[in-house]
T-cell receptor, first 116, second 114 residues
């Protein structure tokens, strides 16, 4: 079945530091890949996505590249801010059709705390 | 603006009671989903629906049920609440017209079963 593995957290950084959160996946076919972010006390919201190999998703200074050869979709940001403190979820959506259609499989989430 | 709402936001109940969590979306989306969020597990799919009168089981459906009588609502019912169902529950919806549709999440319901 489909699965997503994220790096262990929590991650604590100082403001303006470089961020990487690793994400690898296992899936049949050619899934679409997502990063969702959950700010304290809120629901999840889409941060970025990529639908095919070598696509780069980007938003709010965050980037992730769909690497089919390494089955990875690592999240990066060059300079984090205190306001980036949140929980980040990597997820995949299988495009294989059938019972997998339209459903997200999530990683366990990574808590990011950024200090001033 | 279109939105997705959940109620109640917090609920405390006792073991064995029936509980219903409401989810309402105003996007006119075909697809609706219920997830539970537990530390170390991320979000896990409970039930989902691709349209009116359609419901399907997710990976952790035991002890839960849903019904879809209109496009806007997908209530989640815990038939006989158990302490293992203490969790944060999120409802989501998507348009369903594309394979990589964005899912839009509600604010969540924190349920405690004593």
């Amino acid at each position: 079945g489909n699965s997503v593995t994220q790096m262990e957290g929590p991650v604590t950084l100082s403001e303006e530091a470089f961020l990487t959160i690793n994400c690898t996946y296992t899936a049949t076919g050619y899934p679409s890949l997502f990063w969702y972010v959950q700010y304290p006390g809120e629901g999840l919201q889409l941060l970025l996505k990529a639908t095919k190999a070598d696509d780069k998703g980007s938003n709010k200074g965050f980037e992730a590249t769909y690497r089919k050869e390494t089955t990875s979709f690592h999240l990066e940001k060059g300079s984090v801010q205190v306001s980036d403190s949140a929980v980040y979820f990597c997820a995949l959506m299988s495009n294989a059709g059938g019972t997998s259609y339209g459903k997200l499989t999530f990683g366990q989430g990574t808590i990011l705390t950024v200090h001033p | 603006d279109a939105e997705i709402t959940q109620s109640p936001r917090h609920k405390i109940t006792e073991t064995g009671r029936q509980v219903t969590l409401a989810c309402h979306q105003t996007w006119n989306h075909n697809n609706m989903f219920w997830y539970r969020q537990d530390l170390g597990h991320g979000l896990r799919l409970i039930h989902y629906s691709y349209g009116v009168q359609d419901t399907n089981k997710g990976e952790v459906s035991d002890g839960y049920s849903v019904s879809r009588s209109n496009t806007e609502d997908l209530p989640l019912t815990l038939e006989s609440a158990a302490s293992s169902q203490t969790s944060v529950y999120f409802c989501a919806s998507s348009d369903g017209s594309l394979a990589a549709d964005t899912q839009y999440f509600g604010p969540g319901t924190r349920l405690t079963v004593l």
